[in-house]
């Protein structure tokens, strides 16, 4: 996995406790196959600072537990979503 980089932007507190919370429930979930909750993240958040960087790691667990296909599709979002950012090198 990649680091969790956001874009330019703000992030809504409300956002940002939903961002934990996905966090949390994948890594107690403790199985790499199950990326629910960061696409349930992604769904109630689409234009969220983080999508780019949340797809580029689903896209990544995907890939390399075989769902290829699916991987392609989420690369290809964060590309669309990222492809305008103007900032290479951001810290967090």
Do not use: C, H
């Not at 960087?53 to 990544?60: C, D, E, F």
């Not at 305008?84 to 951001?90: G, H, L, M, N, S």
């Amino acid at each position: 996995q990649e680091p969790l980089v956001p874009m330019e932007g703000v992030s809504s507190a409300e956002e940002t406790k939903a961002l934990v919370s996905a966090i949390r429930e994948f890594k107690q979930m403790n199985n790499l196959d199950d990326v629910s909750a960061f696409m349930s993240f992604s769904k109630s958040f689409p234009s969220s600072r983080w999508s780019a960087s949340i797809k580029t790691n689903v896209a990544l667990l995907r890939f390399k537990s075989g769902y290829l296909s699916e991987a392609i599709q989420l690369f290809e979002e964060a590309w669309q979503v990222s492809k305008k950012e103007k900032t290479a090198d951001r810290k967090v």
